[in-house]
Structure formats: structure tokens, C-alpha cells
């Protein structure tokens, strides 16, 4: 079909298209929502300690890392909506195991599973719009896009929940079940096929299997402590640059980094990035191990981080692009490290209105003023041409951080064994909530010091209307930087 030939957006097949990339994001974004807030419920149901979670969370992030980009190539190349459909139903197929675990090792292959299907989920829904939909509809489609995630992510808190407390923490894997099959059902009916005719020749599968081992190896290594294993995760990261360096058809292009605002903004998120994933974990089981909350309430006490940035994130994302973003990502992480030493005051006798909402307002302005710039130094850093590929590594970056984060922080502030102490899981929270406030503070000196306007504007094509943020967090995790890996 040439660009000439595709469906406006107000046209029937047009509004189909919409429906199912929505649809086939939010249901991988929801699941990382729901599952944060199903943590504490599993690990009293499948008898399991802080390292069973920790593997609970990093079994999906840690494929989904390391194949996200491989992902990306595989749909260029063989077909976008072929790889959007089997990437649905593996995660469907992979949801039904993670509802049926009879124990802890069970759930977390099938969150593996999960991570593998979401790899090639995850960058098909905005390839699909970017090559399905007329180019005059396009930012329109981002748009309501990007809202929409946003809605999801809003009534996701209430909706996990909400079937946590009625069904059992099983239920927010099983009604992925039917979601997946509206997703197949439209994308196999309504969305025509496409491919990107530049596409490599070749897939880079050294340099995607050399870098799930060296993640994988670090994973393993920070979580179980074990030095050895932390030291060859660090020596197959370079064996992977090494790789990509010689490689013709790389999964990272290292001309990508010969941009200084681009490794810049990239540091920035390694940075951030480590921060939200520890602070995600680890609040919403301060909040019903420690404080007491429910599963619903601990998810709806996180709310307001999304209405603000549903509210706030397209204006900063605005002035960045007339402004450059260095202040705002000088600012942003410092009001977020601001939230977090709020949040210190939760405890045993937490009142939300003056322990926990303040901490959440704070945070939230923080990550609303640092987000969307962030995603717009990134595309702003490289061509037009490069916005795709530049995405797909930045998001990448972003569930790296949060990979390692999740692994490290229970081990280094001393909670590995402490759920069921609730006194030495709430001092821990507050030793692992210091670090995460200087990871973000190191992300502000970054910004300050090495970031610079970008060379050109992001615009509709290139970057969401809102943009979202990739934080596998309660109320937060389909606030996604997702684009096209291409």
C-alpha cells in the first residue's frame, strides 16, 4: 500500500488501527501496573521472599530489555502487524501460565515468557500507526494514543486493585486473556501488513543474545549477591560494544553516541530511570506491609503522579522544544528527589493526607517536568531519519536502569529477607528511598552539565503529543517512552 493509499483517521479502518495499537500497549503496560500491586499478595500466596519479587518483576523486564530493539528489527523486516499479532498472543498464552503458577519459580519463566512476547508487542503499536495511517493523521493518532495510555494508566491502580481484593492477585493475569483476543481479532481483520523496505539484510543476534546474558548475569548476580557472576554481566557488556562496534547491521548504532546531547540524555535516564524503578517497587510494598494499606488503596494512593502528568507533561514537553531541555531536566530530578524524602515520613501510623499525598504531589511535578524534555532531547539529538532507532535505545536504557535497580536496592539497603518484619522493611525503605534520591540528584548534575538545546525541535512525527514514561511502577507504568524500534 503506498503513503498515498493509507486510511484517514476518521475513516472506519483508520479508527480500527487506533483501536487495537491502544488496546495491544495498555494490556502490556497495565500488567506491569497491576503486578506491583499484586507483590505483596504473591509472595504471601506462593510463600516466596523479597529476592521471589524481585524475580517476579525483573523475569519480565529482563527480556523485554534485552530484546526490545531485536523486536523492533523482526517487524520491519517480516511483516510490523505479523510481529504485533504472534508478540499479542505469546503474551496472552504467557499471562494464562502466570495465572496458573503453583509456585514462585513457575511465575517467574512465564514473566520471562511475558517479556520475550512483550518485546515484540512494545514497539509495533506506534510503527503500526506510523505506517498504517495517513501521514496527515499521524500526530492526531499519537495523540490519542498517548492520551488514552494515560487514561489506562489512571484507572489501572483502581482496576488491579479493584480484582486483587475480589478474585485474587491470579486475576489481573487472566483478564489479559480476552483483551488479547479483541487485539488479535481487529489487528488480524482491520490493520493491512507493512514493512520498512530499508531494512537490514540481516538481524544483529549476536549482539541480542550476548546482551540478555550480560543482563541476565547481572540480574542473577545482584539479587542472589554473587560477586562473580556481577563481574562477567559487566565483562559481556563490553563484549556486547565490542560487538556493535564491528557489526554492519547493529542493534545499537554506536554513531548514535557520537551525539554528546544524545549520550547525555541517555545518561540522564540511566540515572532517573534507576530511581523510579527502585521507588516503584519498593513503595507499594511499604504501603501495605508497612503502613497497612489494601491493594486497591496502595494503588490509588499513587494516582495523582498520573493526572499530573497527564495534565503537565505536554506543556513541559513544549517549552523544552522552544527552551531546550536542560533546566527542566535539572529540575525535574531534583523536585522528585524532593517527593522521596516525603515520602520517608510513611510508617506503621501513615495518615495519607499529610505522610503520603505531599511526597506524591512533589514526585509527581518532578516527573512531569523531566519526562517528556527527556524524550525530546533524545530525538532532538539525532535526525529525523534516526528518531525510531534512537527511541527503541533510550527505552531500552530506561528498562535497563530499572532492571538493575530493582536487583540491587533490596541487598544494598538490607531488605533481601523482611517481609515478614515489617520494622526492618521500613527502615530498610528509607535507606533504599537515600539512594534513590542520589541517583536523581546525579541525574540533575548530569543535565545541568552536559546537556544542551537540541539540534532540531521534535516534532508530531517523531515524538508523542504526551509524551509517556516507561516505569514498571504502580499508576506510572503506562506512562511509556515507547516508539517504533526501528
Known sequence: MSTTDLPRLKSATGRWILLATILGSSVASLDATVVNIALPRIGESLNTDVAGLQWTLNGYTLTLASFILLGGSLGDRLGRRKVFVWGTIGFAVASVLCGAAMNIEMLVFARILQGVAGAMLTPGSLALISSSIDRRDQ???????????????????????????LAGWRSIFFINVPLT?????VALKHVPESHDPNAKARL?????????????????GLIETMPLLIVAGVLLLAAFVVIEMRSDHPLVPPLLFASRVFTAANLVTLAVYAALGGVFFLLILELQLVAGYSPLMSGVATVPITLIMLVLSAPAGRWAQQHGPRIPLTIGPLLAAGGL??????????AYFTDVLPGVLVFGFGLAALVAPLTGAVLGAVPASEAGIASGVNNAVARTAQLLAVAALPGLAGISSALGDPVAFNHGFGTAMWICVGLLLAGAVLAAALLRPPRRPATLDSVDCMPQCAVSGPAIAPVRTEKSAR
Not at 487514561?151 to 489501572?156: K, M, P, S
Not at 483476543?181 to 481479532?185: E, I, N, Q, T, Y
Not at 546474558?213 to 547481572?218: I, M, N, R, S
Not at 524524602?341 to 501513615?350: A, E, K, N, Q, S
Open 139 to 165: 500526530g492526531a493518532a499519537i495523540g490519542l494514543w498517548s492520551g488514552f495510555g494515560g487514561v489506562a494508566g489512571a484507572f489501572g491502580p483502581f482496576l488491579g486493585g479493584w480484582l486483587i481484593e
Open 181 to 185: 483476543l479483541v487485539v488479535v481479532l
Open 204 to 220: 544483529d543476534v549476536p549482539g541480542a543474545v550476548v546482551v540478555a546474558l550480560a543482563l541476565g548475569a547481572l540480574t542473577f
Open 341 to 350: 524524602v516525603l515520602l520517608l515520613r510513611i510508617g506503621p501510623d501513615t
